[in-house]
């Protein structure tokens, strides 16, 4: 059974930064591709971004290019999200995601159909 958990979410000021975690289990994550979206209040779900295994091909939503960097780490079975220069408008539930096939392209990854396990999630308010 596949489990995800996420965490190191939390309250931060704009500009500020936060390292999120995604703790797997039941894969091994170096053979998967494993994602990060967040769905903010009143809005639907999106892709933030993606890798493939740990360190493989990655995948950014445009508006994080350059704040946010997706990693991950064999040992740990663990994905990462790490969050710089926060703004406001990254105020969201972020969940980890894992496919069992790995795409080659943002467009694939952007499907929530694309994703096979999905974490409950953790909150990020990036206060102005």
């Known amino acids: 059974q596949v489990q995800l958990v996420e965490s190191g979410g939390g309250l931060v000021q704009a500009g500020g930064s936060l390292r999120l975690s995604c703790a797997a289990s039941?894969?091994?994550?170096?053979?998967?591709?494993m994602g990060w979206f967040r769905q903010a209040p009143g809005k639907e779900r999106e892709f933030v971004a993606a890798?493939?295994?740990?360190?493989?091909?990655?995948y950014y939503v445009e508006s994080v290019k350059g704040r946010f960097t997706i990693s991950g780490d064999n040992a740990k079975n663990t994905v990462y999200l790490q969050m710089n220069n926060l703004k406001p408008e990254d105020t969201a539930v972020y969940s980890c995601?894992?496919?069992?096939?790995?795409?080659?392209?943002?467009?694939?990854?952007?499907?929530?159909?694309?994703?096979?396990?999905w974490g409950r999630g953790t909150q990020v308010i990036v206060s102005s």
């Open positions: 995601a894992l496919s069992n096939r790995l795409y080659y392209g943002i467009y694939y990854y952007r499907q929530e159909s694309k994703w096979d396990y």
């Open positions: 039941g894969r091994t994550i170096s053979t998967y591709a």
């Open positions: 890798v493939h295994g740990s360190g493989g091909n990655t």
